[in-house]
């Protein structure tokens, strides 16, 4: 029999309590909110709430007070990460839950971890409805999951950044932080620092519009993080054109990998124009963009702008996955939303806060295919896949080809298991996609206009389920499955 691993429970315990206690302070910053505006309950339920979360990792962090945090190995690394995950989605519950704006606990955990996961999806009927100090949570919990609340530990807590690359490279997996700064915790640092950057200068151009400080930052929030959750419940639709646009600028923004963010900083311009996958990303939402503006403008009597602003607006946000609406593109010809269901599967570039397959994998499967015909006319020669100049291993291949199939696996299981709950085959399908890719709205009963609430109990902790496989990409997850990662 083989022995079983020495992983270090103590050790994840401790990490988990320590991040609990973040989370218990995040909270804490919705009560200006619920303040000004004489929300006495919300203050009440956010108090209770953040107690709760507070004593709760008091009790982890103090029942390992003595315990070396700094063996940080990969298998402790991946369990930490999926436990942090689950226990942010649950405690970032609360507020709602205690609250009684979600009465039913399964909808407010599907709404946190739909927060947390940046994907958008939400149970919500009357989203104005909410107080807000909620709306600020709602809003606060993608900006924590956006660039990653176990990335922002490292940034804050430096002594914890002994062993933190396996944290890094287990919440934000296919990432190569060293290019950015051989310490992780200045790596964690900077990536925050560029994204705080741009949820700053996105809440200015969105003020500028005419958009209020409060409106203005949560919508700042859900864009940088490509989250998708909004204020209003037409989510971006009775907002202005300059606002509509400021967004979409910052939608493919926050699903640009974040160390071009650095390079464009340190005035290193060569290396975003030269950039293959950030070319690729750019190019499929422009030609998908043309041909939904086509197809629009032939079917529809609407002016060209408003047109041109529904194609771009609707396949930027699909493709970066923050799942914002600019109008029910369910009412649009069938073969135009089956391209955005499609679309639910790609993705923004990797090293960035957007979901899906990611362009990167893409890209390298569609060229390793296109040279597959090649290597059959010469099966001799040895033809590598090219990506930046650089030949792409084949170790790092078969890694993608794995990934894509774990993915697509995943969905038709998802797609199943969603049919035997009642759903039928559009919004099951639909639904495994929007949440797998992170997306949030889908098709069918799930779609632009709808919400997640009249999906089964049993199917809404399914999909929170598959929300977080997404946010961490599958295999930090399944690798938990495996009965020989828990062997020596």
């Known amino acids: 029999?083989?022995?079983?691993?020495?992983?270090?429970?103590?050790?994840?315990?401790?990490?988990?309590?320590?991040?609990?206690?973040?989370?218990?302070?995040?909270?804490?910053l919705s009560l200006p909110w619920s303040v000004y505006y004489g929300e006495t309950h919300t203050i009440s339920s956010v108090l209770i709430s953040a107690g709760i979360t507070l004593v709760s990792g008091l009790a982890g962090v103090l029942a390992t007070r003595r315990h070396d945090h700094r063996n940080i190995g990969k298998k402790e690394g991946y369990l930490i990460v999926t436990v942090a995950y689950l226990s942010i989605s649950f405690f970032g519950a609360l507020p709602f839950f205690i609250s009684g704006a979600i009465p039913v606990f399964s909808d407010a955990f599907f709404e946190a971890t739909s927060g947390i996961a940046t994907t958008g999806a939400t149970i919500l009927i009357e989203i104005e409805a909410l107080s807000k100090g909620l709306l600020f949570w709602r809003s606060?919990?993608?900006?924590?999951?956006?660039m990653g609340i176990i990335v922002l530990t490292l940034a804050i807590l430096p002594i914890l950044g002994v062993g933190g690359m396996q944290l890094f490279v287990a919440e934000v997996p296919g990432t190569t932080p060293s290019r950015l700064h051989p310490r992780i915790t200045q790596t964690a640092k900077r990536l925050w620092g560029i994204y705080v950057g741009l949820t700053l200068v996105q809440t200015a151009l969105l003020m500028l519009g005419g958009m209020d400080f409060f409106h203005s930052l949560n919508h700042a929030f859900s864009t940088v993080a490509t989250g998708g959750f909004s204020t209003q419940n037409d989510s971006i639709a009775?907002?202005?054109?300059?606002?509509?646009?400021?967004?979409?600028?910052?939608?493919?923004?926050?699903?640009?990998?974040?160390?071009?963010?650095?390079?464009?900083?340190?005035?290193?311009?060569?290396?975003?124009l030269h950039n293959?996958?950030?070319g690729f990303f750019l190019k499929l939402m422009g030609i998908f963009t043309l041909l939904f503006f086509l197809a629009l403008l032939l079917s529809q009597q609407a002016g060209v702008e408003s047109t041109f602003r529904k194609s771009l607006f609707q396949v930027v946000s699909i493709v970066t996955t923050t799942g914002f609406v600019t109008t029910d593109y369910m009412e649009w010809s069938g073969y135009l939303w089956f391209f955005l269901f499609l679309l639910m599967f790609t993705g923004g570039c990797i090293g960035s806060t957007a979901g899906g397959l990611k362009m990167i994998r893409i890209l390298v499967l569609v060229k390793n295919s296109r040279l597959e015909f090649r290597r059959l006319l010469h099966p001799m020669a040895v033809i590598?896949?090219?990506?930046?100049?650089?030949?792409?291993?084949?170790?790092?291949?078969?890694?993608?080809?794995?990934?894509?199939?774990?993915?697509?696996?995943?969905?038709?299981?998802?797609?199943?298991?969603?049919?035997?709950?009642?759903?039928?085959?559009?919004?099951?399908?639909?639904?495994?996609?929007?949440?797998?890719?992170?997306?949030?709205?889908?098709?069918?009963?799930?779609?632009?206009?709808?919400?997640?609430a009249g999906i089964p109990h049993g199917a809404k902790w399914v999909l929170s389920v598959f929300m977080i496989l997404g946010r961490l990409e599958i295999?930090?997850?399944?690798?938990?499955?495996?009965?020989?990662?828990?062997?020596?």
């Not at 079983?4 to 315990?13: C, D, H, Q, R, Y």
């Not at 606060?140 to 956006?146: A, N, P």
């Open 1 to 28: 029999m083989a022995a079983k691993s020495e992983i270090n429970v103590k050790l994840i315990i401790k990490f988990t309590g320590i991040l609990v206690m973040m989370l218990s302070g995040f909270m804490l």
């Open 238 to 272: 009775g907002y202005s054109s300059y606002i509509q646009y400021v967004i979409v600028l910052f939608m493919i923004l926050g699903a640009t990998s974040f160390s071009l963010h650095y390079y464009v900083l340190k005035g290193q311009f060569g290396k975003i």
């Open 140 to 146: 606060m919990t993608h900006w924590l999951g956006g």
């Open 384 to 452: 590598p896949v090219r990506v930046n100049k650089k030949t792409i291993p084949p170790d790092i291949i078969h890694n993608f080809l794995a990934f894509f199939l774990a993915y697509m696996l995943l969905f038709m299981a998802g797609s199943a298991v969603m049919t035997m709950f009642g759903l039928d085959f559009a919004s099951a399908i639909g639904a495994t996609a929007a949440t797998l890719g992170n997306v949030g709205p889908a098709i069918a009963h799930v779609g632009p206009v709808d919400s997640y």
């Open 475 to 488: 295999f930090t997850v399944l690798l938990l499955l495996s009965p020989s990662f828990y062997r020596k």
């Open 276 to 278: 293959e996958e950030f």
